[in-house]
């Protein structure tokens, strides 16, 4: 009885912790999203984190998406070919990868480069005091380190999943061209005809939800970064973990919700 | 004036400030000593309102500090912190200048450079390590930065947070000497912290003694030998043996 008692206090005490942290984020999420309204707003840091989280995560996300499209290209035409349903290979790559692939993917290799480099960077300036200095030179904090870097994600991360489509596709085409002895003209035609425009803007919002969680959690956990070297690495990585678990956690919802409509 | 009436923080179950009082007269240099962990960061990051305090109440000019225009209010402050907190993404100048380029004190762009470039100079650096970054500099340096971008709204009261640690004897005078003449040139309000004795003879006019959680002892700096505080005592002349414990 007393075992049981135990385990169900440890239990509640988990329960109790996470409803916290949930609370917290939620907060932190509302303070984020309030300095919006707002002045002033750092344009500078702003055009600064653009090109940190959007321009320079191209090419990871571009080959992230090659090789994805060009994989998929391969497996659905081993899967097809048992149902003699050689020919859907381009609209299937394209309808998975501007619906699915293309967003989370995206989303978690955005995660894992932005979120543990955000967390890093904010973390250092809590440990070094650099966060208590914006504050003493009446700057916020949260205006002047967490809305840039978020609102940035939120807008670069769709485009970064556009980009990623397209390059996708093509990763599909040179396989199916290339590999699969698809006639380009036909690949290409198929995959037109097949692909709707909601295809690629569920796809771009799901983007745009990506990446308003990668750059919330890389600033939450730096914000709230532990003392030392040990602190910021716990930080770190509590930020890639608890954004790559939100992207599917948030991609089934947004698809749930999608498949709904 | 700033006045703290009994300041109470605890963090967890250790509590740091068990009930503070201290004065701060206006265009005084107060230091406040202490040993490491008892609580003087605490107390000045309390009056800045980095950290909340449980209980007690703090004004300035006879102003509860926690209510009316924040930004107004931080705009009387300068801060040297400890490490310097200098922000790498930037450069020297960029952080001096940090307070006029963006805010209710925002200048044009030369303008600030100009006024950097001239703080820099007060605190003993050149023109050209203007456009270096932080991690350029040594730790001397840095500290000057820190203290050019302190002073460099020319603020009304500054605080200084242990402005001599990790930097040689040499250049701990020179800092103790650049702290003490800018204070009295600019008829500023002062607090530091620090655990140097040096620092303390060189900046203070007045000295108070935080241990256990309270003001132990305080006074004008030339009482200090002079006090017959057994505590003070131990800690002027680091000695092992006394009413403060010390962990061997």
Same mark, same amino acid.
């Given at each position: 009885m007393k075992l049981a008692f135990t385990l169900l206090a440890a239990v509640g005490r988990h329960v109790l912790a996470g409803l916290a942290m949930i609370g917290r984020v939620a907060l932190f999420a509302a303070e984020t999203v309030s300095?919006?309204?707002? &002045? &002033?707003?750092y344009a500078r840091e702003f055009g600064h984190a653009l090109v940190q989280i959007g321009w320079l995560s191209l090419p990871v996300v571009g080959l992230t998406a090659l090789f994805t499209g060009g994989a998929l290209a391969l497996q659905i035409y081993a899967g097809g070919s048992r149902f003699n349903a050689e020919t859907v290979v381009p609209s299937i790559v394209a309808i998975g990868l501007t619906r699915e692939l293309g967003p989370v993917l995206g989303g978690l290799m955005v995660a894992a480069r932005v979120a543990s480099s955000i967390a890093a960077e904010i973390g250092t300036m809590k440990v070094t005091e650099q966060i208590d200095a914006l504050t003493t030179l009446s700057t916020n904090p949260m205006k002047y380190l967490t809305l840039p870097r978020v609102l940035a994600a939120t807008l670069a991360v769709p485009l970064l999943v556009g980009v990623g489509d397209v390059i996708g596709i093509m990763g599909g085409f040179l396989v199916g061209v !290339?590999?699969?002895?698809? !006639?380009a003209a036909t690949y290409l035609h198929n995959t037109l005809d097949f692909l709707e425009a909601w295809d690629v803007i569920s796809g771009l919002v799901k983007g745009a939800a990506f990446g308003f969680i990668v750059a919330l959690m890389g600033c939450y956990y730096g914000m709230h970064s532990g003392r030392g070297a040990q602190g910021v690495g716990r930080a770190t990585k509590s930020a890639v973990v608890a954004s790559s678990v939100l992207i599917l956690a948030a991609n089934y919802i947004l698809t749930e919700v999608f498949f709904s409509a | 004036m700033i006045e703290l009436s009994d300041v109470h923080k605890a963090f967890g179950d250790n509590h740091v400030l068990r009930g503070v009082d201290l004065r701060v007269e206006s265009g005084t240099s107060m230091v406040i000593i202490g040993g490491s962990g008892t609580g003087k960061s605490v107390a000045l990051k309390c009056i800045l309102g980095l950290v909340h305090p449980d209980s007690g109440i703090i004004t300035l000019d006879g102003r509860?500090?926690? #209510? *009316?225009d924040r930004d107004a209010f931080l705009a009387r402050f300068g801060m040297l912190f400890q490490g310097g907190a +200098? %922000?790498?993404? =930037?450069?020297v100048w960029q952080n001096v200048a940090f307070r006029l380029l963006r805010g209710s004190l925002k200048r044009p762009r030369d303008e600030a450079r100009e006024i950097a470039v001239e703080k820099l100079r007060r605190v *003993? =650096? #050149?023109?050209?390590?203007?456009? +270096? %970054?932080? $991690?350029? =500099?040594s730790g001397g340096m840095q500290k000057r930065v820190g203290l050019a971008r302190a002073i460099c709204a020319d603020p009304e009261i500054i605080f200084f947070d242990?402005?001599?640690? *990790? =930097?040689d004897p040499i250049m701990s005078g020179v800092i103790n000497d650049l702290v003490r003449e800018i204070v009295t040139e600019m008829g500023a309000t002062a607090m530091t912290i620090t655990h140097d004795m040096t620092s303390v003879r060189a900046i203070a006019d007045n000295v108070a003694m935080l241990h256990d959680g309270v003001i132990q002892w305080t006074g004008p700096v030339s009482g200090m030998d002079q006090s017959g505080d057994p505590y003070l005592d131990q800690f002027i002349h680091g000695r $092992?043996? *006394?009413p403060i414990e010390a962990v061997r």
């Open positions: 300095h919006l309204m707002r &002045p &002033p707003f !290339g590999r699969l002895e698809f !006639g | 509860d500090v926690t #209510k *009316g +200098l %922000f790498d993404s =930037l450069s *003993g =650096l #050149k023109p050209e390590q203007a456009d +270096l %970054f932080p $991690a350029e =500099l242990e402005p001599t640690t *990790g =930097l $092992a043996d *006394g």
